[in-house]
Nanobody, 122 residues
Framework: VQLQASRGGLVQAGGSLRLSCAAS????????MGWFRQAPGKEREFVTA????????YYTDSVKGRFTISRDNAKNTAYLQMDSLEPEDTAVYYC????????????????WGHGTQVTVSS
């Protein structure tokens, strides 16, 4: 599946931003979706994931209560709503699709969108 993430942006600390990830090429609902991020000098890390139906979600501890992942299978799109953003959230964000495997492991994701920069100023 091909994935196209929306543009990120620059936001002040405490602000909000929503990313979208549009899928094409294969049946979107066949894939679980995830968002990862990579800050300068750091490894890519898991942020959040959602099951194929959208009924189950997972979050890394640092974003729980601030980020929300969702999906609209009719629109072949996944979303990442980011609220109460902190400077530590500054990173390149990636959406990814997973046919099987563990939700937090990057190696289990088959397809990746291009990264989109999110910068949170203090």
């Amino acid at each position: 599946v091909q994935l196209q993430a929306s543009r990120g942006g620059l936001v002040q600390a405490g602000g909000s931003l929503r990313l979208s990830c549009a899928a094409s090429g294969r049946t979107f609902s066949s894939y679980a979706m995830g968002w990862f991020r990579q800050a300068p000098g750091k490894e890519r890390e898991f942020v959040t994931a959602i099951s194929r139906s959208g009924s189950t979600t997972y979050y890394t501890d640092s974003v729980k209560g601030r980020f929300t992942i969702s999906r609209d299978n009719a629109k072949n799109t996944a979303y990442l709503q980011m609220d109460s953003l902190e400077p530590e959230d500054t990173a390149v964000y990636y959406c990814a699709a997973r046919a099987s495997g563990t939700y937090w492991q990057t190696g289990c994701y088959n397809d990746w969108g291009h990264g989109t920069q999110v910068t949170v100023s203090s």
